[in-house]
Every structure is written in C-alpha cells, then in structure tokens.
C-alpha cells in the first residue's frame, strides 16, 4: 500500500499562488508515477499534472500549462505543485495520485492510490 497526504490548500486571491504538497509513505518503491487531479463541485475529475518518479517526465493539462509546475523531491518523497496567476477557476479540491504502471498517464483511472484532497478557493 501507498500512503499520500496532501497539504498547502488554501484560499487565494485571483492571481495569487499556493504551493500544495503531497507526501508518499509505504511501498514507495511500487510508484512509478505522482499525478494531480482536481474536481469542482458539479463537474468531473479533471487532470492537472502528473510527473514519473524519476521526475525525467511530466505533463500538464493545457488549462495549467505555464502557470502550474509539478516537481518532486526524492529525498522527502514528496511531490510538489506550484501554482502560480491563480484564476477563479482553478476553484477546486485538489488530490494526489500515485500510480505503478510504467508511464505517465492523463487518467485517474490508472492511479491506484489517491489522498484525501486539499481545497484550493480562489476569490475574484
């Protein structure tokens, strides 16, 4: 099993930034993907970025592409979004996912393990 715990959710004014957070534990050696995922009330989960283990690898959804950047620290197994020119939009309970298939994926279905979620709120 894979243990992930979100943090650093908050509420932002447009244009602002927040750093989430998502620590891994367990059999962190079953990763071979992190990934984040958001979902507003009303509508579908809807990918944001993901990043391979390594962290040679990573992709984002065009709505985040140049003002979200995904990182990873393997020494604190940690995976990391900073997301910057927040728009109200970006409203949404954010979640980490982990995944032990090779290569980076687009779907939450392919993720096995998820956290619990952070709410990120950003006011006009």
């Known amino acids: 099993q894979v243990q992930l715990v979100e943090s650093g959710g908050g509420l932002v004014q447009a244009g602002g930034s927040l750093k989430l957070s998502c620590a891994a534990s367990?059999?962190?050696?079953?990763?071979?993907?992190m990934a984040w995922f958001r979902q507003a009330p009303g509508k579908e989960r809807e990918f944001v970025s993901t990043?391979?283990?390594?962290?040679?690898?990573?992709n984002y959804a065009d709505s985040v592409k140049g003002r979200f950047t995904i990182s990873k620290d393997s020494a604190k197994n940690t995976v990391y979004l900073q997301m910057n020119n927040l728009k109200p939009e970006d409203t949404a309970v954010y979640s980490c996912?982990?995944?032990?298939?090779?290569?980076?994926?687009?779907?939450?279905?392919?993720?096995?393990?998820w956290g619990q979620g952070t709410q990120v709120t950003v006011s006009s």
């Open positions: 990043i391979s283990w390594s962290g040679g690898s990573t």
């Open positions: 367990g059999r962190i050696f079953s990763i071979y993907a």
């Open positions: 996912a982990a995944s032990g298939l090779a290569g980076i994926s687009r779907y939450w279905y392919e993720y096995a393990y």
